[in-house]
């Protein structure tokens, strides 16, 4: 019952992202609250303990990668509310699954359009200019531009929330 609800929280975040670009806290909360509630009826205080301390764990894991711009707020408040849903080492499989789908639409739409490919030119140019400029104690700050046209952003950005429920499809179908 619970990677159902789950699903359907994650079909109405991936139409938004899909749409907006972000994931809105309030669908956010409203899965944590869901989850949370879900957890505390169905489970002992131990197990909800557990999966809020998995959400925080998550949460820690991956902040630092949104300091550095690497992955959005809410794609990390996803995982963590995603935590809320699942048992035992699951959600490390679901987040693994989900990175896992992600590279290879990455991989895709670098083959497929040009703007996803200059974005790779410009994270290995950075990444070799940091290199060489780390030792003599210069540090230069990763900026990432995005179009303004919808279009061309849509083709060179990824969101997480799709990955996300393709990985919660495949666990459905596997487990």
Known sequence: MEM???LIFLVIIAFVDIKSFR???VLILAGTLTGTIMTLMSYEAKDV?????SALIIFSVFYPF?????IGAGDIKL???SALYFDGN????YIALTMIIAGIISIAKMIIFEESRMRLKYLITYLRKTAMTVSAGVIDKYEISYS??????ARSVIRLSVPALL????IMAIF
Do not use: C, E, H, T
């Open 4 to 6: 159902k609800v789950l």
């Open 23 to 25: 994931i809105p806290n």
């Open 49 to 53: 303990f557990k999966r809020v301390i």
């Open 66 to 70: 949104f300091l550095m711009r690497g």
């Open 79 to 81: 995982f963590a509310m």
């Open 90 to 93: 699951r959600i490390f499989i």
């Open 148 to 153: 303004s046209d919808l279009k061309v952003r």
């Open 167 to 170: 990985s919660v499809i495949m």
